[in-house]
C-alpha cells in the first residue's frame, strides 16, 4: 500500500507539472519531492496525518531555499548539511511528527543538492514542491485513503490467508509418509514463522486499524489466541507422527532432527479419517466468508468446539486424542476473532459447548476492560537511542564530506546519504555493518542494470518515468524482504533519473559504487568511534529483556493456573514475543553468512532456536491459563506453584549472568511430574489444570536448563536434564 501510494502521488505529480510545461529538471524535483511527502508521513490518524503534511511543506520550502542558497559556499554548506542531519535524526526522539518532518527536510536539501538548484531558479522549484505537496495530499486523502476499516480489512485477510496455509501444511503432515516428512517440515516452519510475522506485523499497526484502544487490545488479545493454538495444533500432529515425542525446536529450527516416525495414525484406523475430516473443517471455518451458509457453517463449528469436552473424543490413541483437543482449542481460537472482527453473530443455532466459549470470552473481555497496564520509563541523555544516533551521524556524515570531496567535488553527497542510511533502523556496530553490506551489494548490482536500461531508454523520456515509477513501487514492495534488492532498485531507479538530466555515463555510476562504499565505510567508523554499542553489548542487553519476559509470562501464568487472580496473560506473551523479534534482528550480525566466527553463528541460532521453543511453551501456558478462572471443566491446582518458581529461579540465573552479576546456579532437579507426585495430596490430575500444562512445564523446564549450555552457566549436578521436546 506504500509503494501504490507513493507510486500514483509522483504519477500526478508528473502529470500536473507536465500539463503546466514545466521541464524535466523541475519533474525530477517534483517526483522526488511527491515520494519523501508520501512515504516519511507514518502517523496513525488522519487528522495527524494533515497536520504534519501541512508543516512539511514550509520545511521543504526553507529546506530547498538553503540548499539553493549555500549552493556557491562549500564550506558553510557542508556544515549546514551536518547540522541539518544531526536535527533530523535527533528529531526522531519527538515521535512520528518528528521523525516525518526531519526526513522531509534532509530529503529535500538532498533534491536541491541533486537537481544544483540555484537562487534564481527558486520560484519554479517552489511550484513544483507545492505541486508534488498538494498532489500527496489528494493521494493519501482522496484517492488512495488509509481509513481504521481498511486497514482492519487488509489486517483480517492477511492473518486469514497465513492461518490456511498453516493449517494446509499440517492437513499435508497428516498423511505424508516418512521419506517425504522433510519436505513437509520446511513447509510447516516457514507457514509457522509466516503466521508470527502476521501476528507481529498486526500488532503493529493495530493502533490506527481500530477505533479505540481497548477495541485494538481486544483484538490483539484474540489474534495471540488464534496464533498459539494454531501453532499448537501443529506441535500436537508432529507428537503423534512420532514414535517418542517430537522436538519442538523441529518447528523453529531449519537443521533440527526429524522426528522418528511411528504408527500412532494408522490410515486404516477410523479415528484417523475423523481427524482428516475434521482438520479440512478447521480449515473451511478460517477461510469462510460472510455469504457461506451460515447455519452450515454453524454445524461446524458446533462439532467442532466440542472436542473441548473430553466425552466427545473419539477412541483412539492418547496422542490422538490431543490433536482432536487441539482442533477444539483452534476452532475456540477462531471462534474469538471473528467476535472481535466481526461483533456478535447470530446464535440460534449455538451448541452447549459454542454457548460456552462464547460466556468464557464475555468473562474475558470483562477482564481485559479492567486491566492496567504500566509505562516503562525512557532512557535521557546519551542513553538515548536518538540523541546517540544523531552524534554517529553526524560524526560519521563528516567523514563522508570529507572523503566524498576528495571523489568528486560535484556528487560527495552519495556518500552522506549512504552513512544516513546505514544509520536508520539499527541499534548496533554490527547491524550497521551487515546493512553496509548489503547496501553495497545492492548498488553494485543496480550500477549494471542501470548501464544496461540507460542504454536502451535512450531519449524516450516518458519510458523512463514510467520504469522509475516501476521501480520505486518495487522498492517499497522489496524493503521488508531484502534491503539488498531494496538497494538495487534504488540504484537502477538513479540511472534513469541521470540519463533523464542528461549526466548519465558509466564514469557516474561507477563512481556511485565508490561514493556508496566510502559512506558505508564512515558510517561503520562512527559506529565503532562515537558513542559505540558493540553487538555483544546489545544483545547480551536483549537476551536479558527476553529472559525477563519469559520469567514474567511464566510466573504469572503459573499464579494464575494455580488459582491465582485473573490478569492480561497473553499482553505479557506478546510483550514476549517482540523482545523474542528484537533479539533474533540483532543477533543478525552474528549469524550473517560473512561472519568468519562460524562457532558463534551456531551457537546464536541454537540460542535463537531455543528462545523460541520456550516462548512456544510459555504462549501455551498463558493460553490455557486464561481459560481457568472461567472455565467450568478445569479447575486450578496450586501444585503448580512450586514448578513455576523452579523455573522462574533458573530464568532469573540466566538473566544474572546475562548481565555479568552471575549469582547462583541453575537447578536441574527432578522431573516438573516427579514435584506434581510429590505434592499430590490426593488430589485428581485429570480434574485440574495440570494434565493440560504439564508438558508445556516440563519442556519449558528442560528447555530453560538447555539454555545454561550455550550461556556458560553452571548447572546443579542432581540430575540430568532431558532433552527438549515439544
Not at 485494538?216 to 500436537?236: F, H, S, Y
Not at 476452532?331 to 466481526?342: I, N, S
Not at 537511542?385 to 556524515?397: D, H, K, L, N
Not at 551456531?602 to 490455557?624: D, G, I, K
Request: with cysteine; glycine share 8%.
Amino acid at each position: 500500500m506504500a509503494g501504490l501510494r507513493t507510486v500514483a502521488s509522483i504519477a500526478l505529480t508528473l502529470l500536473v507539472l507536465a500539463l503546466l510545461g514545466t521541464d524535466v529538471t523541475h519533474l525530477v524535483t517534483g517526483a522526488m519531492a511527491a515520494m519523501v511527502s508520501t512515504f516519511a508521513i507514518k502517523e496513525k490518524q488522519v487528522r495527524g496525518q494533515a497536520v504534519t503534511l501541512a508543516l512539511g511543506l514550509p520545511v521543504a520550502l526553507t529546506a530547498i531555499s538553503l540548499g539553493a542558497l549555500l549552493n556557491s559556499r562549500v564550506v558553510l554548506g557542508d556544515a549546514f548539511f551536518v547540522v541539518l542531519i544531526f536535527g533530523a535524526v535527533y528529531s526522531r526522539r519527538f515521535g512520528e511528527r518528528g521523525t516525518a518532518l526531519g526526513l522531509i527536510g534532509f530529503q529535500i536539501y538532498f533534491v536541491s543538492l541533486f537537481v544544483h538548484a540555484t537562487t534564481s531558479g527558486l520560484p519554479r522549484l517552489y511550484l513544483a514542491l507545492a505541486v508534488a505537496f498538494a498532489c500527496s495530499a489528494v493521494v493519501r486523502f482522496a484517492v488512495v485513503p488509509e481509513t481504521p476499516q481498511r486497514i482492519l480489512t487488509r489486517l483480517r485477510d492477511a492473518f486469514r490467508a497465513r492461518l490456511a496455509q498453516l493449517l494446509t501444511s499440517q492437513i499435508a503432515l497428516l498423511d505424508t509418509p516418512g521419506q517425504q516428512l522433510e519436505k513437509v517440515l520446511d513447509e510447516l516452519r516457514r507457514g509457522t514463522a509466516r503466521l508470527h510475522e502476521a501476528a507481529l506485523m498486526i500488532q503493529g499497526r493495530l493502533e490506527e486499524g481500530t477505533p479505540d484502544e481497548a477495541t485494538g487490545a481486544l483484538l490483539q488479545r484474540r489474534v495471540a489466541d488464534a496464533e498459539i493454538a494454531t501453532e499448537r495444533l501443529g506441535m500436537l500432529l508432529l507428537n503423534a507422527r512420532s514414535a517418542e515425542g517430537a522436538n519442538t525446536l523441529t518447528l523453529h529450527l531449519p537443521h533440527a532432527p526429524l522426528p522418528s516416525t511411528g504408527n500412532l495414525i494408522p490410515a486404516e484406523d477410523p479415528a484417523t479419517a475423523t481427524l482428516r475430516r475434521e482438520l479440512n473443517a478447521l480449515h473451511l471455518l478460517v477461510t469462510r466468508t460472510g455469504t457461506d451458509d451460515r447455519t452450515a457453517v454453524a454445524h461446524v463449528r458446533n462439532r467442532l468446539l466440542g472436542y473441548r469436552d473430553e466425552e466427545k473424543l473419539p477412541r483412539a490413541s492418547e496422542p490422538v486424542q490431543d490433536v482432536f483437543r487441539g482442533i477444539g482449542e483452534a476452532a475456540r481460537a477462531v471462534l474469538g476473532l471473528r467476535l472481535a472482527l466481526d461483533g456478535p453473530q447470530d446464535e440460534s443455532n449455538d451448541s452447549p459447548a459454542t454457548t460456552r466459549s462464547r460466556e468464557e470470552f464475555d468473562a474475558e473481555d470483562i477482564a481485559l476492560a479492567t486491566a492496567d497496564t504500566d509505562d516503562e520509563a525512557d532512557p535521557a541523555g546519551l542513553d538515548r537511542p536518538t540523541t546517540r544516533a544523531a552524534f554517529q551521524v553526524a560524526a560519521g556524515s563528516v567523514l563522508a564530506i570529507i572523503g566524498g570531496e576528495f571523489l568528486s567535488s560535484q556528487r560527495w553527497y552519495w556518500a552522506v546519504l549512504t552513512c544516513w542510511v546505514v544509520f536508520l533502523n539499527t541499534s548496533s556496530t554490527g547491524e550497521i555493518l551487515v546493512k553496509g553490506y548489503r547496501r553495497l551489494v545492492g548498488t553494485v548490482l543496480g550500477v549494471f542494470a542501470g548501464v544496461l536500461l540507460a542504454g536502451a531508454v535512450g531519449n524516450h523520456t516518458w519510458l523512463a518515468f514510467a520504469l522509475v515509477l516501476f521501480f520505486i513501487f518495487a522498492m517499497f514492495f522489496s524493503a521488508p524482504l531484502s534491503y539488498a534488492l531494496m538497494s538495487f532498485f534504488v540504484t537502477a531507479m538513479l540511472g534513469l533519473l541521470y540519463t533523464l538530466l542528461n549526466t548519465y555515463s558509466v564514469s557516474v555510476l561507477v563512481l556511485r559504487i565508490e561514493e556508496t562504499a566510502l559512506g558505508a565505510a564512515c558510517g561503520i567508523i562512527a559506529a565503532v568511534l562515537v558513542l559505540p554499542v558493540h553487538t555483544d553489548r546489545r544483545t547480551d542487553e536483549l537476551l536479558g529483556t527476553v529472559l525477563d519476559k519469559l520469567g514474567d509470562v511464566v510466573s504469572a501464568a503459573v499464579e494464575q493456573l494455580s488459582g491465582g487472580p485473573a490478569s492480561d496473560l497473553l499482553s505479557r506473551a506478546r510483550d514476549l514475543d517482540t523482545a523474542l523479534d528484537d533479539l533474533r534482528a540483532s543477533v543478525q550480525p552474528l549469524t550473517h553468512p560473512i561472519t568468519p566466527l562460524r562457532g558463534r553463528r551456531q551457537t546464536a541460532r541454537y540460542l535463537v532456536a531455543l528462545l523460541e521453543t520456550c516462548a512456544y511453551h510459555a504462549r501455551s501456558l498463558a493460553a490455557t491459563a486464561e481459560l481457568v478462572p472461567y472455565s467450568k471443566n478445569v479447575a486450578a491446582d496450586p501444585r503448580l506453584e512450586r514448578a513455576g518458581l523452579r523455573i522462574a529461579r533458573n530464568l532469573a540465573v540466566l538473566s544474572s549472568y546475562v548481565q555479568d552479576e552471575r549469582t547462583g546456579e541453575i537447578e536441574s532437579g527432578a522431573s516438573i511430574a516427579s514435584l506434581l507426585k510429590a505434592d499430590g495430596a490426593g488430589m485428581q490430575p485429570t480434574r485440574t489444570v495440570a494434565s493440560r500444562v504439564l508438558r508445556h512445564l516440563q519442556r519449558l523446564d528442560e528447555g530453560v536448563v538447555g539454555l545454561a549450555r550455550p550461556l556458560d552457566v553452571p548447572v546443579a549436578d542432581r540430575a540430568e536434564p532431558k532433552a527438549v521436546r515439544n
